[in-house]
């Protein structure tokens, strides 16, 4: 299940949204070994699924955004709904949390490229 909530919105400064829901599925590729018996959810596909839906919340591809820092706070059984809450701030660095049940599983921020050097001298 993966649903954006109204895409194209571009939230206000501060403004916090509850971008999608997903749930990984038991039978997701990553899931294959990780880990037997007691399976996990692994980070990079949490972390993937919140960069992808937080780009089509805000119609804006996020592959040139820098991962500012992630911290993964709780593990992820497959087929637990998790819900994608994020907010942006006044220089475009987007702060998301990923929440599970009641709890905290992941949180971090994205951070939008700089502006392009500029060439100086006297081309030389």
Not at 5 to 11: K, L, M, Y
Not at 100 to 122: E, F, I, K, M
């Amino acid at each position: 299940m993966m649903r954006a909530d109204q895409p194209g919105h571009r939230p206000e400064q501060g403004e916090a949204r509850a971008a999608a829901s997903f749930v990984i599925a038991p039978d997701h590729p990553a899931m294959a070994g990780h880990f037997p018996g007691h399976p996990v959810v692994p980070g990079v596909v949490l972390l993937d699924h919140a960069i992808m839906l937080i780009g089509a919340a805000l119609a804006q591809p996020l592959e040139i955004f820098q991962i500012g820092s992630v911290k993964f706070l709780s593990p992820v059984s497959p087929g637990e709904s998790v819900t994608l809450t994020y907010e942006t701030d006044a220089r475009g660095t987007i702060h998301f949390t990923l929440d599970a049940n009641g709890r905290d599983v992941a949180s971090g921020t994205l951070t939008p490229p700089g502006p392009a050097p500029q060439s100086g001298g006297n081309g030389a």
